[in-house]
């Protein structure tokens, strides 16, 4: 069963109003339950807008989506709330979808444990490095146990040790059947996943793993 269906995605942008900038010119991709893809490509291919795109967080310009089920988003940036504290960050999607709250704190703990941050609960983003603030995220985007997770360049501020036991945990999620879409530039991120594929001039193009 496919948890993602996208059909013929195109995103333009107009550029102060007059000139449209065409981003992505028919991407189609079909992700599994459990199926894990890595998407690479040059910086501006337009990555991060068909990642925003596949989950709901920007609206395409033309073109079909299906996804089922609860997505986890890691950003690029992070966004993470200011003013909440590591373990709050984490726990702000278990609210919004009103887990039981004793369960989702279970979860938060042992995620945010398993990223190495369990003696950084209280912390501020703001009293985080770049690569701790890039982890919470994951935590986050992790803690409502997700149907897929979109990742977007989620070991990208690691370094090797940090980012291989991220990808350690990202690769299993595919025992809990979680799919993932990971945007990355590692070759060592892309070997977690069973498909490969380049966005170039806006399309998708399969890669030879
Ligand atoms: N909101 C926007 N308005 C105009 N142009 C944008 C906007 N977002 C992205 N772009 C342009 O789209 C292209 C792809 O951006 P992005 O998806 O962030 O690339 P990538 O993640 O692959 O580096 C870039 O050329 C960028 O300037
Ligand atoms: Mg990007």
């Keep these: 069963m496919d948890v993602l269906r996208a059909d013929d995605i195109r995103k333009s942008f107009k550029i102060s109003g007059k000139v449209s900038l065409e981003v992505l010119k028919g991407v189609s991709l079909s992700v599994a339950s459990g199926e894990k893809v890595a998407i690479l490509g040059r910086s ?19 073109g079909q989506l299906a996804v089922s089920g609860n997505v986890g988003f890691v950003f ?22 009103r887990m039981c709250k004793a369960s989702a704190r279970a979860n938060a703990l042992r995620l945010l444990k398993e990223v190495g941050l369990a003696e950084r609960l209280e912390h501020l983003p703001g009293e985080l490095s770049g690569g701790e603030r890039q982890r919470v995220a994951i935590a986050r985007a992790l803690v409502t146990n997700p149907d897929i997770v979109l990742a977007d360049e989620p070991t990208g501020n690691l370094d090797v040790m940090t980012g291989s036991g991220i990808l350690g945990m990202l690769s299993t999620l595919k025992d809990a059947s979680c799919a993932l879409v990971m945007v990355t530039h590692s070759q060592d991120a892309a070997n977690i996943c069973d498909r490969t594929f380049v966005l170039e001039d806006g399309v998708l193009r399969a890669k030879e793993q």
């Design 76 to 97: 690029q940036a992070y966004h993470l709330m200011p003013e909440l504290t590591v373990l709050e960050n984490v726990l702000l999607p278990t609210m919004a979808r």
């Design 44 to 62: 501006g291919s337009g990555k991060s807008t068909l990642l925003h795109i596949l989950g709901g967080l920007l609206k395409a310009s033309s």
